[in-house]
């Protein structure tokens, strides 16, 4: 991979429209005091991303990345396992959002973003956004470590927005979290990796899932979901 800036636009959390707008559950946890200083925000996005992210949208890029399963097998796989309606409808919202981008931009396709974008269209696929990043990444060359690498950042990068907004967290308590989550997101591109088939996909922070399932039940929100 050469071209620095390209990735750089894609690694961005705020791309393509705005990532933010969705907490994940995190505010629940916000909302409820649990998590209330950078430290108990750490704490969270740890479980977050190394028990419900790595193994399960870590691991469909991976797959996908390194041509182990089908993108409509993990597609299907992926909205089959997700029990919660809402973070179903914002994955779709900011997978189809992202391959509109891909397609306004005028990114390299090797057809797979052109025949996601349609089964995404025609109802075939539900959407899942790491599976629309995903190929964006292998569209200009970069390497599945750096993929993973990279998503998991924005993830952090996404929560931490969350956090700054809602908790409410300063500038430097945020860069702090952020930076210490460096050893969390290594793990997440190891945890990631391991992954051999369909089978392998599977999550297993219960915490942070329900707190996504409660997200809304909240009497006032300042996230979609």
Same mark, same amino acid.
């Given at each position: 991979?050469s071209?620095?800036?390209?990735?750089?636009?894609?690694?961005?959390?705020?791309?393509?429209?705005? =990532?933010?707008?969705?907490? #994940?559950?995190?505010?629940?946890?916000?909302?409820?005091?649990?998590?209330?200083?950078?430290?108990?925000?750490?704490?969270?996005?740890?479980?977050?991303?190394?028990?419900? +992210?790595a193994?399960?949208?870590?691991?469909?890029?991976?797959?996908?990345?390194?041509?182990?399963?089908?993108?409509?097998?993990?597609?299907?796989?992926?909205?089959?396992?997700?029990?919660?309606?809402?973070?179903?409808?914002?994955?779709?919202? *900011?997978?189809? =959002?992202? *391959?509109d981008?891909?397609?306004?931009?005028?990114?390299?396709?090797?057809?797979?973003?052109?025949?996601?974008?349609?089964?995404?269209?025609?109802?075939?696929?539900?959407?899942?956004h /790491?599976?629309?990043?995903?190929?964006?990444?292998?569209?200009?060359?970069? =390497?599945?470590?750096?993929?993973?690498?990279?998503?998991a950042?924005?993830?952090?990068? /996404? +929560?931490a927005?969350?956090?700054?907004?809602?908790?409410?967290?300063?500038?430097?308590?945020?860069a702090?979290?952020?930076?210490?989550?460096?050893?969390?997101?290594?793990?997440?591109?190891?945890r990631?990796?391991?992954?051999?088939?369909?089978?392998?996909?599977?999550?297993?922070?219960?915490? +942070?899932?329900?707190?996504?399932?409660?997200?809304?039940?909240?009497?006032?929100?300042? #996230?979609?979901?």
């Open positions: 991979m071209d620095v800036a390209a990735f750089l636009q894609l690694a961005d959390a705020g791309f393509p429209s705005g =990532a933010f707008g969705h907490s #994940f559950g995190l505010e629940t946890a916000i909302v409820e005091g649990r998590v209330r200083d950078a430290a108990s925000l750490e704490a969270w996005i740890e479980r977050y991303l190394i028990f419900a +992210c193994t399960a949208d870590g691991a469909a890029m991976a797959l996908l990345l390194r041509g182990r399963a089908a993108l409509e097998a993990l597609d299907a796989r992926s909205c089959g396992a997700q029990p919660n309606a809402e973070i179903r409808r914002a994955n779709t919202h *900011l997978a189809r =959002a992202t *391959l981008a891909y397609a306004a931009m005028g990114l390299p396709d090797d057809g797979a973003i052109a025949a996601y974008r349609a089964a995404l269209v025609d109802g075939r696929c539900g959407g899942v /790491a599976l629309a990043a995903a190929l964006g990444y292998r569209a200009i060359g970069a =390497a599945p470590e750096t993929a993973l690498a990279a998503h950042t924005t993830v952090v990068s /996404a +929560c927005s969350v956090a700054a907004r809602a908790v409410p967290l300063g500038q430097r308590d945020i702090r979290v952020r930076w210490h989550l460096r050893a969390a997101i290594a793990l997440f591109v190891a990631a990796g391991e992954a051999r088939g369909l089978d392998d996909l599977r999550a297993s922070a219960v915490e +942070c899932e329900i707190d996504g399932l409660r997200h809304r039940r909240l009497p006032a929100r300042l #996230f979609a979901s």
